[in-house]
């Protein structure tokens, strides 16, 4: 079972206790907070360094303070004493996004809206089966009936591929248009992966998982 745990961030709230908040982050959480000079980015930090910590100390007993981020040799991120416990992190606009479980995982999040420059990156970035699903009408109405915008299926796109890479831990040293995703039917075109998506209050939430994996999403 993969969970994933999606939060609200509390811009506000984050204002104003941000001295005690950043007091209580993970040391190197910490230190990368106070190394950002924009504010708004400080504020997304801190707040995806909270939801991490909170969410390590409730699933392995790790305090804030004794918590160690490693990096693996693509740089894909792990609590260090507890190579069973795998996650991934994603944020975009108000919401944070924490995939963990016993497997590898991917999750990407993206806020939906409408970009002037998105057919021209999907034209240039994406396979032509994946252009043709996000621009072609035949694709508006999924398997289940509902429709989906041109915005919408993007982000599907965009998201899965996302969260495929991630998965594997390559980052953007794989071609976004080297490998394909069909959001439909949930899969990563040659590989025995799921690959979700799911749409829920104009963000899109994309994971990748191992066959069969089950994932379930909560909302804090």
Not at 44 to 64: D, F, K, Y
Not at 122 to 145: H, M, N, Q, S
Not at 201 to 217: E, M
Request: charged letters at 25%.
């Amino acid at each position: 079972m993969i969970k994933v745990m999606v939060k609200k961030i509390e811009w506000n709230k984050l204002e104003r206790e941000f001295e005690t908040l950043g007091e209580s982050l993970y040391p190197a959480r910490r230190e990368a907070v106070e190394r950002l000079n924009n504010k708004k980015a400080k504020l997304s930090s801190m707040a995806t360094g909270l939801l991490l910590q909170e969410l390590v100390r409730a699933e392995l007993g790790v305090e804030p303070k004794e918590l160690v981020i490693g990096r693996g040799s693509q740089g894909k991120p792990y609590v260090e004493g507890h190579p069973e416990f795998h996650f991934n992190i994603s944020h975009s606009g108000d919401m944070v996004a924490i995939a963990y479980g016993a497997c590898q995982v991917g999750v990407d999040v993206e806020h939906i809206r409408c970009r002037e420059n998105d057919l021209k990156v999907a034209k240039r970035c994406f396979t032509p089966e994946e252009y043709t699903f996000i621009t072609d009408e035949a694709f508006a109405v999924d398997l289940e009936g509902v429709s989906h915008s041109v915005e919408e299926r993007f982000f599907m796109v965009w998201t899965m591929k996302e969260a495929y890479l991630k998965y594997k831990g390559t980052g953007i040293s794989v071609p976004m248009n080297s490998f394909q995703v069909k959001p439909y039917e949930g899969i990563v075109v040659g590989e025995k992966l799921s690959c979700q998506s799911v749409i829920i209050n104009d963000y899109v939430y994309s994971v990748c998982v191992d066959g069969g994996a089950q994932v379930d999403i909560s909302f804090e």
